[in-house]
């Protein structure tokens, strides 16, 4: 189910792209009940660890976005990490980083991965680095889902670039990342456990009458919708060959490990015409719903049921905590979650118990 775009004073309209729709936390949980879990929806709301505090859980599902902070991501791991609460996907530490864009470049660039050549402006009135040639995107720093990033976001001369950078500083109140506009084919890369997917080619040729030429944030928004041109070619496997796509493969492997990413995770990547992949950006909290998100399609392409999906994140986290999801001691999955009240936490020689907890959900 696909958000309203609408206009809110003093919030981007663009404010609740991050977080999921009910129908996708419904998937989840079905999924998460399929493996013979008893789940919780908890939001993470103020209420949360003491929701906690009260509630014995053996695993959290996280699939929380935070719902305010430079850092929010981090927010919902962090309180289970205070209270000692097992869950799965990264720690708050790399998802922090992650939603920094050039935070996760600067340890890009350290660990020798390629990137984009890129600059951040504190202030639009930040002088342009020689350095960099046109033409450059901007973007939010501190964003995900595509927020701020639009046809226009692509800029071939000063003057553009000065209005956009103003533009995105005014709107997001943050500091603007401007980076080179790597002209190639636009790849996506999914990491389950330590093994990568098959790689996730998305062409935007039949995005044409749109004008859309790369994931902005139209395009992630309305994926599928040929009445607006916004109706890329989805190729798994890409169109690659072996080497090529090992080259792709170790790349993204490089950028899971260089942030510290857990269990999961999904690497956007562009391919010059050279055979460089650069790497865009690093999510380690991918969208997971069958019907909208991009790391079911590489799961699917490898085999993967949703169900399996689900299942697997549980038992790769639970591995890590040297548990097992068969354990008769309760287990709680916690997620981005509906506005839900907790039912009673499952007695010890009953099903494993999952809980989704999380940010907030989309209307």
């Known amino acids: 189910m696909k958000r309203a775009v609408y206009e809110r ?13 009910p129908k996708t936390v419904d998937t989840i949980a079905q999924s ?10 908890v939001e993470a709301t103020t209420e949360l660890p003491q929701w906690f505090l009260s509630h014995p859980v053996d695993l959290v599902f996280n699939i929380a976005e935070g719902t305010h902070g430079e850092h929010r991501e981090s927010q919902v791991p962090a309180i289970l990490e205070l209270l000692g609460v097992p869950f799965t996907g990264s ?9 920094d864009k050039a935070k996760t470049k600067q340890i890009l660039a350290s660990e020798g991965i390629p990137t984009p050549a890129w600059q951040l402006f504190p202030t639009p009135g930040t002088r342009l680095a020689s350095r960099l040639a046109f033409p450059l995107i901007v973007k939010p720093n501190r964003e995900g889902s595509g927020k701020g990033i639009w046809r226009e976001s692509v800029v071939r001369d000063e003057p553009t670039l000065r209005r956009q950078v103003t533009h995105i500083y005014e709107r997001y109140r943050q500091e603007v990342l401007v980076e080179e ?30 004008g859309e030429f790369f994931y902005s944030w139209r395009m992630k928004e309305f994926q599928g919708d040929a009445v607006r041109g916004l109706n890329p070619s989805l190729h798994c496997p890409a169109r690659l060959d ?8 170790d790349v993204a492997l490089r950028a899971h490990r260089a942030l510290g990413c857990l269990d999961l995770s999904r690497t956007d990547i562009r391919l010059r015409a050279d055979g460089t992949p650069f790497v865009l950006e690093i999510n380690p909290l ?17 085999g993967i049921s ?8 549980v038992a790769i986290a639970m591995s890590r905590y040297g548990r097992t999801p068969q354990s008769q001691s309760p287990a709680c999955a916690a997620g981005a979650a509906g506005r839900r009240e907790g039912q009673t936490v499952s007695r010890p020689q009953e099903p494993p118990t999952s809980v989704l907890a999380a940010s907030r959900v989309a209307p």
């Open 181 to 210: 506009f790597i002209d190639g084919v636009e790849l996506t890369v999914g990491i389950l456990g330590t093994e990568p997917l098959p790689v996730l080619e998305i062409d935007f040729s039949p995005c044409r009458t749109s």
């Open 306 to 313: 949703h169900d399996a999906l689900i299942q697997r994140i």
């Open 91 to 99: 720690n708050s530490i790399t998802l922090a980083l992650a939603l």
């Open 32 to 41: 998460l009940r399929a493996g013979g879990h008893t789940v919780h929806l």
């Open 9 to 21: 004073d003093g919030v981007p309209f663009d404010g609740d792209s991050e977080f999921d729709s």
């Open 286 to 302: 991918p969208g997971l719903s069958p019907l909208e998100s991009n790391f079911p399609v590489m799961t699917a392409s490898a």
């Open 242 to 249: 072996h080497a090529t796509t090992a080259r792709v493969h």
